[in-house]
């Protein structure tokens, strides 16, 4: 089975265990301890499935980077009147 497929039956037998404790809170009540605590355990594991669905989602999505579109349009010369070429030195001077 694929991931997707584990984490929808996993779903699945989350929604059948609310539906369980549901019906126990009916019968038992849920005031006491318990049933609280078997509540909030359950809840818990719902939380925690949806946090697994997001991080296999996130996982199966591609790492690619961002791509970062470069213009064909020549820079402006002017932003080049300070620096030296490099390794050939300043324009007006020449190599030892």
Known sequence: MSVHDELTS???????????IGRLEQ???SGGLEMRRVR????HLRDSLRLLREAAN????????DLVTIS???YDISLWTD????GLGARDRHAP
């Open 72 to 74: 064909d349009t020549p």
């Open 10 to 20: 996993v779903q699945r037998c989350l929604d059948d265990l609310h539906r369980s």
């Open 40 to 43: 909030m355990d359950a809840d």
């Open 58 to 65: 996130h996982a199966a999505a591609p790492n690619r980077p």
């Open 83 to 86: 620096s030296d070429d490099e």
């Open 27 to 29: 019968q038992l009540g």
